[in-house]
């Protein structure tokens, strides 16, 4: 398997087409490569089709036309090598953390014993060590998207897609995600695919950015993010980082669209 291309999105239109109004078509001739261990995150106005691409990549949604491989294998379904992080947690509230962590071991068939120290390991990794008998509505909103995370690791995917994982979480919250998710990323070697609406949040977190360009999506522009790593919050403050951000956001007044 060539690592260079261990995803490929080649000519991918998506057509939505209801049964009793017009079709819509959300993604046009995407091609996109991942370098196996990539973060790789997407930006694009409301609309664009940014979590349908995502859910092609997952296999939750079937393309219109193109060609989507992952790890070398053509998505026609869901694959045991992608886990998904989704807006919300989705936790289920009458299992504990650990039990939640746990339902794509127990959906796969897995080994429990196994995949039981590992969702331990994971919980720990994300500080939530001590937590893995309580329950969703007793964990703050940040926790619960930690657990979240544990549980599209757990089976050790080799591809994790997150759709705004943090939108829904205060400022400090959201920042103090950003830096987990890059110390979870650096320790598992997972390859991230990101959608995001803020445009800060993709420059600090993304070896590359792909701006798309409103209804039907399409490739704007791939922004290669040059900030060295380990990365702190402040290299946000940095003038590199800001040209990025200036750069990526010039694609959103050229539109005649507003984004974060």
Same mark, same amino acid.
């Given at each position: 398997?060539?690592?260079?291309?261990?995803i490929e999105v080649d000519g991918l239109h998506?057509?939505?087409r209801p049964r009793r109004s017009r079709p819509t078509h959300a993604?046009?001739?995407?091609t996109l490569t991942v370098r196996r261990g990539e973060f790789v995150s997407?930006?694009?106005?409301?609309?664009?089709?940014?979590?349908?691409?995502?859910?092609?990549?997952?296999g939750l949604v079937p393309r219109s036309e193109g060609t989507v491989r992952v790890a070398g294998r053509d998505v026609t379904g869901p694959?045991?090598?992608?886990?998904?992080?989704?807006?919300?947690?989705?936790?289920?509230?009458?299992?504990?953390?650990?039990?939640?962590v746990m339902v794509p071991v127990e959906v796969r068939g897995l080994g429990t014993r196994?995949?039981?120290? #590992?969702?331990? *390991?994971?919980?720990?990794? !994300? =500080?939530?060590?001590?937590?893995?008998?309580r329950y969703p509505h007793e964990l703050s909103g940040g926790m619960q998207q930690r657990a979240g995370i544990c549980r599209a690791l757990v089976h050790d995917p080799a591809v994790l897609l997150m759709d705004e994982p943090f939108g829904a979480l205060d400022a400090l919250t959201r920042e103090h995600?950003?830096?987990?998710?890059l110390r979870i990323w650096r320790e598992s070697g997972q390859t991230i695919v990101f959608?995001?609406?803020?445009?800060?949040?993709?420059?600090?977190?993304?070896?590359?950015?792909?701006?798309?360009?409103? #209804?039907?999506? *399409?490739?704007?522009?791939? !922004? =290669?993010?040059?900030?060295?790593?380990?990365?702190?919050?402040?290299?946000?403050?940095?003038?590199?980082?800001?040209a990025h951000v200036e750069r990526i956001r010039g694609h959103f007044d050229a539109a005649g669209v507003f984004d974060s």
């Open positions: 398997m060539d690592e260079d291309r261990w998506k057509i939505y993604l046009s001739d995407i997407v930006v694009g106005p409301s609309g664009c089709g940014k979590t349908t691409l995502l859910k092609i990549l997952a694959l045991p090598e992608v886990g998904m992080v989704f807006q919300s947690p989705t936790l289920l509230p009458w299992r504990t953390i650990l039990q939640n196994p995949y039981r120290e #590992r969702a331990e *390991r994971l919980l720990g990794m !994300v =500080g939530l060590d001590g937590f893995e008998g995600m950003n830096v987990e998710l959608v995001t609406h803020s445009i800060p949040e993709a420059v600090f977190l993304s070896d590359r950015v792909m701006v798309l360009s409103p #209804r039907p999506g *399409r490739v704007a522009e791939i !922004v =290669g993010i040059e900030l060295e790593r380990p990365r702190a919050l402040g290299v946000m403050g940095s003038d590199r980082a800001g």
